[in-house]
């Protein structure tokens, strides 16, 4: 009894300390240290927020967590938390929520987030209308400056995103993207011109419809802080800002890491295991088939290697040089078609550097193998195999590492994907081959 | 000769055509048009730029081609160009001259850019003072909004970079940085108000030693656009803005994957051979090593192959399926511990869940392939041995995946390093010695 009424008010204490310690916190600090708790204690944690700290801290949360809290929230509360997030924000949070929980939640929001919202979650993720936010300074271009700083004022007071950039873009009475207004010349210029006089008018807009790989790529390539986006006619529908362009770049990276070792979810440590096993066990399985397939090859040559057991001591050299070195080349050539550094129809010369680096690289990776394999077994002829079936397999792990991710991309398909299993099988396979045939050929040349 | 009259005209007014077109295009452009000549070509392109624009064009060509091109430019040229670029851009594009020519470069600058560049080429590269720019809009916090109006005009009028984004910098006598004043205040208060009355003086900054992958994190998690960067003493020099961090993320995610498959240096499609062979040849080399060492570990059971020469078969099975599962595993955890989601000492849960997560799919595989093997050879025993192999051999995978990166983080290097490498080698050494140890004692056991 003693201990328990000890016990209460310090973990009271402790929790009172915790929530006013959470509330002075940024966000996305918030949002790392609720992310690991139970559902209900992040629901607690929210009702100590205000909704607009809370429609700040929402969007920085896994996304699945995301749902879950648009699932189970009070949907009062939801209903006034949403007005409160960025439009794209909003669309991500609510994009996996069930059918009838969404029709709830979207009938309850003021029209003019009903329509943004709307709009965006019609668009794919990956597009330029999936990452980007509705929220921009349109202006008419036939305002004068002074009249365009008022209408600013007045967005501005509603929505103090960010301290230092505002973008402001012109448009004609058709809602039609015709210029960008700079800074300098709202702070700078006198007040009683025309906007359609002093704004930008070259202005590079992206489509609505542009993929966001492609976006990330025009972001770095030509260092923009943020981008405007027009529909089909080319209306002004919205900006992508480089924040968003960062995120793109990072899961685009991961993706890409994963794809290429036959991951096919997205997943990080905190994946629950039941989802990993999920993610990886569908490629695990085709390299199951794989393998047999190489173990199909190998037992073609049965009868040498029951003559000679020591050419199974070899085979995981070859294959497991052969796989590292098609990787290498295979890692480059990913990581070159997702920057955008090498087109579609750039592979030949690329090839033929690829066959020459690693003719290179077998020759002398070969004659230390070659010579190694000579001293340890002393039969001159297994180097001379061991040699050759090296560089070979090291030229057909260029081709490897070139043909497959290309070949993929000529099918439509990400070039990333499962890649790294296709070319270690077919290393292994081709390596497998090429050394079992040469053994199988020195024993009956000179009837070993 | 009628032929070569022909020829001549049609050339030159192609290339003159071509001149014409490149002096309109965007800097990044003509970068990525002229990337890919000879060198004496470039500079005669640069010759039909002006230095501004050339001082554009620089900085998005690759970093060797700068460094040739600021020791082979003519001295004066050099020294025109270098005032109009960034100082951090200019640093960059110095950074791997030979001492002499520096030297020879420098001397000739104004003392102002002599200061800033030479100030920026002391920090480390991977550090905040490496990628960051020295210009900023610094004033005084005790002067009036409408005396930081006028300096912030000034400073615009020299050098007009961004459209949309100013960042001014509020500090005190002894440079340190105070505050950040935000353009709404600039364009909507009160001009006659003191700047460190209205400036917003939570301020985050990051200090000139911090690390490029913490700041790119940061930037982020937080959804920044720019950062001001202070020394030791809180004064500011310089910033980092949004741009910068891209270059960062992708750079780091190269390297990431490139180190994890042990390519040494950074390499892309446009690396020349000779290069792409010292990068890789090192690695590889090591792979050998590791591959004679897996090959002694199957001499050891020579016996049991030379009985049973179908033991070689399933040997690329165990060794191709361990080693994917743990390059997955390995992935996940190389990236998640780049992008900061998991600190340094919390390797034990992850451990955790990768063996449940091996556990799972690992009994999978196994009683596929256990079940396969039986069909095939017709050898229930087998089977057993096939399955058990796999299973025990994917949970050493996964430990291998998880352990690998942590314990080269715990030495201080970077976790990516030939990971990959390491982990397929791991996987290969325990692989073939559970499956060949297996099947000796089934062979003893059973008598077979």
């Known amino acids: 009894m003693q201990e328990r009424e000890m016990q209460n008010p310090t973990e009271s204490e402790a929790y009172a300390l915790r929530r006013a310690r959470l509330v002075q916190?940024?966000?996305?600090?918030?949002?790392?240290?609720?992310?690991?708790?139970?559902?209900?204690?992040?629901?607690?944690?929210?009702?100590?927020?205000?909704?607009?700290?809370?429609?700040?801290?929402?969007?920085?949360?896994?996304?699945?967590?995301?749902?879950?809290?648009?699932?189970?929230?009070?949907?009062?509360?939801?209903?006034?938390?949403?007005?409160?997030?960025?439009?794209?924000?909003?669309?991500?949070?609510?994009?996996?929520?069930?059918?009838?929980r969404l029709h709830d939640i979207m009938e309850k929001l003021p029209s003019e987030e009903y329509e943004e919202i709307s709009d965006l979650m019609e668009?794919?993720?990956?597009?330029?209308?999936?990452?980007?936010?509705?929220?921009?300074?349109?202006?008419?271009?036939?305002l004068t400056l002074a009249e365009a700083r008022e209408?600013?004022?007045?967005?501005?007071?509603?929505?103090?995103?960010?301290?230092s950039s505002i973008y402001v873009y012109a448009i004609d009475d058709s809602q039609r993207l015709k210029g960008v207004l700079r800074l300098r010349d709202l702070l700078f210029r006198d007040l009683r011109l025309l906007v359609s006089k002093v704004m930008v008018t070259e202005v590079r807009s992206i489509s609505v419809n542009a993929d966001q790989e492609e976006i990330a790529n025009l972001f770095q390539k030509y260092n923009y802080s943020s981008l405007p986006v027009v529909d089909d006619f080319g209306k002004l529908v919205g900006r992508v800002t480089s924040d968003d362009?960062?995120?793109?770049?990072?899961?685009?990276?991961?993706?890409?890491?994963?794809?290429?070792?036959?991951?096919?979810?997205?997943?990080?440590?905190?994946?629950?295991w039941r989802r990993s096993v999920r993610n990886r066990l569908p490629w695990l399985c085709v390299n199951l088939c794989t393998g047999f397939g190489i173990a199909w090859v190998v037992s073609m040559f049965e009868p040498a290697i029951e003559q000679y057991a020591i050419?199974?001591?070899?085979?995981?050299?070859?294959?497991?040089?052969?796989?590292?070195?098609?990787?290498?080349?295979?890692?480059?050539?990913?990581?070159?078609?997702?920057?955008?550094?090498?087109?579609?129809?750039?592979?030949?010369?690329?090839?033929?550097?690829?066959?020459?680096?690693?003719?290179?690289?077998?020759?002398?990776?070969?004659?230390?193998?070659?010579?190694?394999?000579?001293?340890?077994?002393?039969?001159?002829?297994?180097g001379l195999v061991v040699f050759l079936a090296m560089l070979l397999n090291m030229i057909a792990a260029a081709l490897a590492g070139v043909?497959?991710?290309?070949?993929?991309?000529?099918?439509?398909?990400?070039?990333?994907?499962?890649?790294?299993?296709?070319v270690t099988t077919a290393t292994d396979v081709i390596g497998f081959f090429i050394f079992l045939s040469l053994a199988t050929l020195a024993i009956n040349t000179f009837s070993l």
């Open 25 to 100: 916190m940024h966000p996305s600090d918030i949002a790392a240290e609720i992310e690991n708790l139970e559902l209900d204690e992040i629901r607690e944690v929210f009702r100590d927020l205000n909704d607009d700290k809370t429609a700040d801290v929402i969007p920085e949360l896994p996304q699945e967590l995301q749902t879950e809290l648009m699932e189970n929230m009070r949907l009062e509360r939801v209903t006034e938390i949403i007005p409160e997030m960025l439009s794209d924000e909003a669309a991500d949070a609510l994009g996996d929520v069930s059918p009838e």
């Open 123 to 142: 668009y794919p993720e990956d597009s330029a209308g999936g990452i980007m936010q509705k929220e921009v300074h349109a202006i008419k271009d036939s």
């Open 151 to 163: 209408a600013i004022r007045k967005d501005e007071d509603q929505d103090q995103e960010d301290v």
């Open 245 to 272: 362009v960062l995120d793109v770049i990072q899961e685009e990276a991961t993706e890409d890491m994963q794809r290429m070792v036959g991951i096919s979810g997205d997943e990080s440590v905190s994946t629950p």
């Open 311 to 382: 050419l199974a001591f070899f085979l995981p050299i070859v294959g497991l040089l052969g796989g590292n070195a098609g990787n290498q080349t295979l890692t480059i050539v990913v990581r070159s078609l997702a920057l955008g550094e090498i087109d579609d129809d750039e592979w030949k010369p690329l090839l033929l550097k690829e066959v020459i680096t690693s003719f290179t690289t077998g020759f002398a990776i070969g004659t230390l193998a070659g010579l190694a394999s000579w001293l340890w077994i002393g039969m001159p002829i297994l």
């Open 403 to 422: 043909l497959v991710p290309f070949g993929l991309r000529s099918l439509k398909i990400d070039p990333a994907l499962a890649s790294s299993i296709m």
